[in-house]
């Protein structure tokens, strides 16, 4: 397969630059670093950025205002709306507006509604990087019990998806599961998404599970950790990710295959 850099060169050929659109709404530290690693991916690929950054007071309207302009822009490819929005914005309006063959992220219902039935617009990233991370463990999903901790719309509920439509069967765990170590010990694919510091116990894995680890979580001390106690985990499994690493950077990848994806749909390439 070609590289992302390759399949820039291919529509640079035919006059097409890959240009993504980032909308991000007020100063969420978290947000401003993930907003800025997604520029520099993009400066290293050769994919064009179009930051707007609007203040916090930013409304409803006007965000939908912006929103409506990159829809209408033939030059952006792809249109990122940096969540969280600040919670005077109606959040579910704004996503619900990006037109859904721009929406790199996936998170449009239309779009999530199209990879339940088996032809994506777009995979949203971090479901997507899960999935190649898996493939280059040389885990196939195929017949295996897999089980997501976690049923967020953004993670959880999609990840779930496309391990189904890998033929896996699944099991989705959340905040109401009964015995989560029991699930956690019948899987051998664990997708964590849970967004609690080192909550999955090492001693609940089966032995030679994987362990896709989504979470990143900021310890009092500063350092990041993810969903699963790596030190424990890692003398039972077959294969885990790191957190940071993992996970994070695959999901940036993802989108700049994305905003790629859309550019060749631009450039009549795919
Ligand atoms: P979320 O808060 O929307 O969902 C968390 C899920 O965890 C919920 O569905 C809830 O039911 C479940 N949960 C809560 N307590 C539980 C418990 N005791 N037992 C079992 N399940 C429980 O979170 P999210 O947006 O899906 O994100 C999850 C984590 O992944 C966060 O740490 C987030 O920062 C991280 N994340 C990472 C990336 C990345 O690029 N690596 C992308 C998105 C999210």
Known sequence: MESVGGRVTLCNARGVTPTLAVVLVGEDPASEVYVRNKGKKAAQLGIATRDHRLPDATTTEALLAVVATLNADPEVDGILVQLPLPGHVDEQAVLLAVDPAKDVDGFHPANLGRLVIGSPVFIPCT?????????????????????????????????????????????IAHSRTVDLPAEVARAEIVIAAVGRPRFVQGEWLAQGATVIDVGINRLPTGKLCGDVAFDSARERVGAITPVPGGVGPMTIACLMGNVVLAAERRAKIV
């Open 127 to 171: 479901p997507q990087g899960c999935m190649l991370l898996l493939e280059s463990a040389g885990v196939d999903p195929a017949g295996k019990r897999a089980l997501v901790i976690g049923r967020s719309t953004i993670v959880g509920k999609p990840v779930a998806q496309l391990l189904v439509a890998a033929h896996a069967t699944v099991t």
